[in-house]
């Protein structure tokens, strides 16, 4: 007789975003550990597509754990009713053990944590806020290298967690027996401004990087007129008008307890990003 939460070990684990920030790196702990994975991604032999239901049955098939990545993010309409179609699809077939990802500070996240655990499979909770790794990717990745980034966040501090610690936590839940219940909310040892985490980044690299706080109204603005897409720019004021008011800028023990060590510091974040030069300023013709 099988007990909740009892998985079979020779079954693949989905990686919902499986190449995204955490995804990718769930997947490779996972792997590491020689635990098969089944990436859940729109490119990935079996494709997983949030926004094409045909995709997520095949996905769920023969599965008994889940990493839940839901895109782009809780926060947006919708999420809920995807949420609870995903879970009641996988409980259906057969999933017992679920790891989410969910947002600290969310209102909407913490409606679809609620819809996981109701759902009946053993359920943890990761709830994780802005990582280390935006400085690195995408947009912010970008500026940086320009010299310059504007954010509408002021002065309210951050405890940028790394997407490393979060993804081990994930792996532990997946793979392990006592984490069934548990929220682990995960941030970094201590809190900094974008101002202070921007000139830790300067001092490793060696350029000045300026940091700039516009109203919400001029960010919007900016947004607009460089192209990006309505919904993104809705949910990127929604993001910043609502998360950097103070509510996450206490630090937690949620790597200790799940891991039994202290959150990797952003100032080695910083010093192993530093070197692989993706900070690296253009070349100019």
């Known amino acids: 007789m099988?007990?909740?939460?009892?998985?079979?070990?020779?079954?693949?684990?989905?990686?919902?975003?499986?190449?995204?920030?955490?995804?990718?790196?769930?997947?490779?702990?996972?792997?590491?550990?020689?635990?098969?994975?089944?990436?859940?991604?729109?490119?990935?032999?079996?494709?997983f597509d949030w926004t094409d239901r045909s995709t997520w049955a095949p996905a769920l098939s023969g599965i008994d754990a889940v990493y839940l990545s839901y895109q782009p993010d809780l926060a947006v309409p919708g999420a809920p009713a995807d949420i609870k179609?995903?879970?009641?699809?996988?409980?259906?077939?057969?999933v017992r053990r679920v790891v989410l990802l969910s947002g600290r500070g969310e209102p909407e996240a913490l409606e679809c944590e609620g819809i996981v655990r109701d759902s009946g499979p053993a359920t943890t909770i990761v709830r994780c806020s802005w990582f280390a790794q935006n400085f690195s990717t995408g947009q912010w990745a970008a500026d940086i290298r320009d010299g310059a980034m504007l954010l509408p966040c002021g002065d309210v501090p951050e405890?940028?967690?790394?997407?490393?610690?979060?993804?081990?936590?994930?792996?532990?839940?997946?793979?392990?027996?006592?984490?069934?219940?548990q929220v682990y909310e995960l941030t970094g040892p201590r809190a900094l401004t974008l101002a202070e985490a921007l000139a830790e980044i300067s001092r490793a690299t060696g350029r000045e990087i300026v940091f700039r706080s516009p109203g919400r109204m001029d960010y919007v603005a900016r947004l607009t007129a460089s192209g990006r897409p309505a919904d993104e720019v809705s949910l990127l004021d929604y993001l910043f008008g609502t998360l950097f008011d103070g509510r996450n800028s206490h630090t937690t023990d949620g790597v200790r307890r799940a891991l039994g060590r202290e959150p990797k510091d952003f100032a080695d974040y910083v010093r192993d990003v530093a070197l692989s030069g993706v900070w690296a300023a253009p070349a100019h013709a």
Do not use: W
């Open 2 to 47: 099988t007990t909740k939460g009892t998985v079979n070990s020779e079954n693949p684990v989905l990686v919902l975003g499986g190449t995204g920030k955490t995804g990718s790196l769930v997947a490779a702990g996972l792997t590491a550990r020689g635990v098969r994975v089944r990436l859940g991604s729109r490119r990935a032999d079996i494709p």
């Open 159 to 181: 405890p940028f967690v790394d997407a490393g610690d979060a993804a081990e936590v994930a792996v532990a839940a997946l793979t392990e027996d006592g984490h069934a219940g």
């Open 85 to 94: 179609r995903f879970t009641t699809a996988a409980v259906a077939s057969g």
